[in-house]
């Protein structure tokens, strides 16, 4: 019995679609393994990280009532994007960012100066984080593409380069 079981068992894998299938399997294993340590041996762990930014209150200069947002919290916009319209006045950001606090109700007054929403500016922010020399500080290069996530908006990643070691 366990003789026959054998023999259906390399019959089984001696057709070509059997080989070919198990071969291709077998590639992306390795390929997939390498990758992920090759991931694992260029990751940097960050001690402690400070994000600054310049950020932009987008706020009307007369009252009005909130009539529409454009924009969700978190999201990138390009400059002059569309935020909000308050009365007869519609909101601009002046620069590129991500767009940071939650909107009042549609409806609601809007006093002058009280800001709609923020734009922290993507292109001006700068992270300064602290590690250890014996953590990976040789694998860190001025001028290296970085990708951090950011806990005020999970489940995004912001890419940037490292413009000093100090």
């Known amino acids: ?39 694992a041996r260029i990751t940097v762990p960050i001690e402690k990280s400070v994000l600054s930014a310049p950020i932009a209150n987008i706020a009307p200069t007369t009252g009005g009532i909130l009539y529409a947002t454009y924009v969700a919290e978190g999201e990138a916009i390009p400059a002059n994007t569309p935020i909000a319209q308050v009365g007869t006045e519609t909101l601009f950001a002046k620069e590129a960012g991500i767009v940071s606090g939650e909107a009042q109700a549609i409806g609601t007054y809007v006093a002058p100066g009280h800001a709609v929403y923020s734009v922290i500016s993507a292109e001006r ?38 413009d000093g070691i100090s």
């Open 125 to 162: 922010m700068r992270v300064a984080g602290t590690l250890e020399e014996t953590e990976g500080l040789s694998r860190v290069k001025t001028g290296q593409r970085v990708v951090f996530p950011v806990d005020a908006f999970p489940g995004k990643s912001y890419e940037g380069t490292v």
């Open 1 to 39: 019995m366990t003789e026959n079981r054998t023999n259906a068992i390399t019959a089984y894998f001696a057709h070509p679609w059997v080989r070919s299938v198990s071969s291709a399997l077998l590639i992306f294993g390795v390929l997939g393994a390498f990758i992920y340590w090759y991931e």
